[in-house]
């Protein structure tokens, strides 16, 4: 005798490993746009903005799934939890995947590329990159201790930020504007992949404890 | 005609076209279009009085019981007119098995039970094989295979509910009706009939009337949502087809505003 409702936790587990999937793709994507970023790599840049269909297209598919499972299955509790939360945590890797597309699209534009202005979005690009990486095992794995722990590292990004900020104010010089703009415009763009990577974490800690203080922290 | 009446892929089980059920005078249900293929679980849903048992009991000739009941149109089994007078019921009834709303042993052993239709069906088969095989496919064997000489009815309602199942199964079918198998049980051997249900769907063509709406979605691979609506012919109400289609399509968004009404429970 199979476990009562075994067919059902099995399209479960499926979909939060496909979840994670599609975390994987993103995460891939972010990679690549800092390599076009920082490394001036124009086909990695391509490569990226190219790719995005295949994120969008498994969003649709894991999304639609999910609605089926809802309306068929009707979950509660813990399976219930499971489910918005895979709806929400597929969403921010999706926008993750499109914040890449914005990086890879910044790389192949001209703009003076200032060292120090590079050397801090690098660190950003670093930090963004490694809390995206720990939100995808924190659902993978559904670790809750790394979970919890995405919020105060992104702190250490949120500090890249401003420096990158105060950084852009202080440039003078006919290159300025363009540097700024678009420096500014990669740089929001990295510290939102974080900002999504803290979000999949909150939304762990909600699936695996069901408490309402990680909605609310969502949308701290 | 009604939204999608044809079951995408798998071989045509049941071939039904504009069939009618009359009792005596009064037409129960009206021109019902569909098929049921092979290897799905089709759930015939909808509000009390909408005809489904009634469509239900004409695919196995359940009717031929009652007097004065009347099935009009064309309803083939693997291309054969269910209804030739050439066709023998009892040979019908070995083939497309029902399970009804409660669990219904007779008052034997657990064993005498499942052996009982392959013993009167005369079939080849050795009988312990045969019952080991049918409760173990209804997943009961491991809970009995130690009392199988203890009466049946000291089984829970569960139990009794797949060992009514493993009877159905004992004579090689290759259809199950299910009459709402669980309409007598609580939710967690409920859940056990939907998972069984799952697995033996592999073997076998399932047909299940439910009540229970969320059961239909959770099991079924289609669903035809039947609904009751006043005949002029009669002026009484009878059972009609409002749609039918992929389950996942009917409990997401079906064609039919009736459909959509019922299944999100604001009417029926």
Known sequence: MMPVRAHFQEDLEMLRVDVGALGAMAEHAVAGSLRALLGDDRSAAHAVIGGDDRIDALFVALEERAYGLVARQAPVAADLRVLMSSLRVMADFEKTGDRAVAVAKSALTTWPRESDTVAILGRMGDLALELLRAARKAWVDQDIEVACDLRQRDDVLDGAYRHLVAHLLAQEGPYAPSLVLHAHTAGRNLERVADHAVIVGERVGYMLTGDPGALAAEVR | ?268
């Open chain 2, 1 to 268: 005609m009604v939204a999608g009446t044809h079951a995408p892929d798998g071989d045509v089980v049941f071939d039904m076209d504009e069939v009618s059920v009359h009792y005596g005078s009064f037409r129960a249900l009206r021109e019902v279009t569909l098929d049921v293929r092979k290897g799905q679980i089709t759930a015939f849903i909808g509000p009390s009085g909408c005809g489904k048992t009634t469509l239900l009991r004409a695919l196995n000739r359940m009717h031929d019981l009652t007097t004065g009941v009347r099935v009009e149109g064309r309803l083939l089994y693997h291309g054969h007119d269910l209804y030739a007078p050439e066709v023998d019921a009892v040979v019908v009834r070995r083939r497309i098995g029902m399970v009804f709303q409660r669990p219904n042993p007779f008052p034997k052993s657990i064993y005498d039970n499942v052996a009982f239709g392959p013993k009167v069906a005369k079939l080849d088969v050795t009988l312990d094989d045969c019952v080991e095989e049918a409760l173990t496919r209804a997943a009961l064997w491991n809970e009995v295979k130690d009392r199988l000489k203890s009466s049946a009815t000291d089984l829970s309602g569960g139990q009794q509910q797949r060992l009514c199942i493993a009877r159905a199964i004992a004579v090689q079918p290759e259809v199950i009706l299910m009459d709402e198998p669980c309409s007598a049980l609580d939710p967690v051997a409920t859940l056990r009939i939907e998972d069984l249900m799952q697995e033996l769907k592999a073997d076998y063509t399932i047909v299940i009337v439910t009540h229970n709406m969320q059961q239909a979605a959770r099991v079924s691979d289609m669903t035809a949502f039947f609904t009751a609506e006043v005949d002029a012919q009669a002026d009484r109400r009878a059972g009609v087809l409002v749609e039918f289609d992929r389950t996942e399509k009917i409990f997401t968004n079906p064609s039919e505003e009736r459909t959509e009404a019922y299944v999100s429970g604001r009417f029926g």
